[in-house]
């Protein structure tokens, strides 16, 4: 579900609230279409050294460039993630055999509860906000 509706559901998302994009980015990636630009990894960067230094996830994180505000909130791994994302001897044999098959690169198992997984980004272009806090 995951593997054929994500991409779908973000991109749905995004048709319905104008300019707005929603993207979800890690450095462990399972789809490459998922990994992360220069500013993205900038993000990531932020979120892994905040948690390192101080043992926390800091709520959110934003950016300005070339004309518009990106938002990030920070993901964490949950039981239910484990199913997809856990160590793939705990996983269903089914389940790790499409995986396999549908991301022969996958970078996106080996999680454990509570582990930093990466971000959602939304991306507000400037005159949106602009406009809406005029
Ligand atoms: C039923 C299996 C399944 C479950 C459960 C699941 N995921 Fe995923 N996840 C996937 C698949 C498949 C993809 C690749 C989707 C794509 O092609 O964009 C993915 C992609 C992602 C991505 C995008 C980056 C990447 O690796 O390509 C993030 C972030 C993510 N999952 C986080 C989570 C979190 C957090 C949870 C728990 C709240 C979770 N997932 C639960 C199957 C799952």
Do not use: W
């Amino acid at each position: 579900m995951c593997s054929k509706k994500a991409l779908e559901l973000t991109e749905e998302v995004a048709e319905e609230i104008g300019d707005i994009k929603i993207k979800r980015t890690t450095f462990k990636y399972r789809n490459p279409k998922n990994k992360p630009d220069r500013y993205e990894a900038e993000a990531l960067r932020f979120f892994e050294k905040t948690l390192e230094e101080t043992g926390k996830l800091p709520p959110y994180y934003i950016q300005k460039i070339d004309g518009e505000y990106r938002y990030y909130k920070p993901l964490k791994v949950q039981n239910v993630c484990l199913t997809c994302h856990g160590d793939p001897a705990h996983m269903d044999e089914k389940v790790v055999k499409k995986l396999k098959e549908l991301y022969p690169q996958d970078r996106a198992i080996g999680y454990k509860l509570g582990d930093f997984r990466g971000v959602i980004r939304v991306s507000i272009p400037e005159d949106v906000i602009k406009k809406s806090c005029l």
